[in-house]
């Protein structure tokens, strides 16, 4: 789905448009005498909806982490509008109403986690029973123990804990819209596992999720929809079926038979110990007939589809961009 056609489409689906953007340009200066001109983004135009989850994809410097400045009022864009909760971008009476976690934040080092939750929630002027109720139930959710996050100075934590802490104070004030810069980054599997659960309770809860990566297996499993830059373009955008595809042949493992005539039936036919998987070619119901002639066992049969790895590289192939660089 192209840019044009994502704008109209906040006049026709009845749903609640949260962000929008028409035509974003950024230009950066560079040089010893600033006359070299850099576009980290060019013309984005797009559409995030109340209540859904949002993936922008990308390559290192494709223009995401731009982007997200740009809707936060960090930075400047050169051209082009936007709109952030009905606001035009900038306007800071929007900015009780967000919750941010940059890429790489900033904590003050010899502030315990609980101080430093207090200090954030003074920013946002939250009262003190507020406080006392709100900062418990962040550290409960983020899993961090409430004793430690009293007691233990943030420089001597590891870098999955400085996320937790991170994405605590993103929600301090119970934000309608939560922007999260490359969430994954940095952490093990029990981290990403802590920070997709997180995203899943915020969606449960309504609220909106705009967020950065390039761990696309997590973004595959959490996102409504995804977008992708790309040299500060935006290439596509929509929901994964509409990107991926539902799906119309199936992915087949099974055991036993005869494997000259499982050839006749599955591409890329494959062997791990004593089973076969590949991919079915004809009709499901003439295979599973044929399935129990053969004396062979079925263990599995899915609907296949292109994964979102996948379809993220051939994207960046066909516009001759080495994601590597």
Not at 54 to 77: D, E, V
Not at 235 to 256: A, F, M, N, P, R
Request: hydrophobic residues 40%; aromatic residues 8%.
């Amino acid at each position: 789905m192209d840019a044009a056609t994502e704008t109209k489409a906040t006049t026709t689906n009845g749903r609640t448009p949260v962000v929008q953007t028409w035509e974003l340009t950024k230009v950066y200066r560079t040089g010893f005498f600033m006359n070299q001109k850099v576009e980290s983004l060019t013309n984005c135009t797009l559409t995030v909806y109340e209540g859904e989850t949002f993936g922008l994809l990308g390559p290192n410097g494709a223009g995401k982490t731009t982007l997200l400045k740009i809707l936060l009022g960090i930075i400047q864009r050169t051209s082009g509008r936007g709109v952030l909760l009905g606001n035009p971008i900038g306007d800071r009476a929007v900015k009780q109403r967000i919750g941010y976690l940059p890429e790489n934040a900033y904590f003050y080092d010899y502030l315990t986690a609980w101080e430093f939750l207090h200090f954030v929630a003074g920013l946002f002027k939250l009262p003190r029973n507020v406080q006392q109720q709100r900062i418990p139930e962040l550290l409960d959710l983020v899993g961090l123990d409430r004793t430690t996050a009293k007691k233990k100075q943030l420089r001597k934590y590891s870098k999955g804990m400085l996320q937790r802490v991170g994405m605590a104070q993103a929600l301090i004030n119970d934000p309608e819209v939560v922007f999260l810069d490359e969430p994954m980054s940095g952490l093990d599997p029990t981290g990403r596992y802590r920070i997709r659960e997180i995203i899943l309770s915020l969606k449960e809860q309504g609220k909106t999720v705009f967020f950065n990566s390039h761990i696309l297996a997590d973004v595959e499993q959490i996102c409504d929809r995804v977008a992708i830059l790309a040299r500060g373009e935006l290439i596509c955008i929509g929901s994964l079926d509409e990107l991926l595809g539902i799906g119309e042949t199936y992915h087949v493992k099974g055991k036993g038979g005869n494997i000259d005539i499982l050839k006749s039936w599955l591409e890329n036919i494959g062997f791990e110990q004593d089973t076969w998987y590949g991919q079915l070619k004809g009709s499901p119901q003439e295979f599973l007939a044929n399935l129990s002639l053969m004396n062979a066992q079925l263990i599995g049969m899915n609907l296949a589809r292109t994964s979102l790895e996948e379809f993220f590289m051939q994207q960046l192939f066909s516009r001759g961009i080495d994601s590597t660089r």
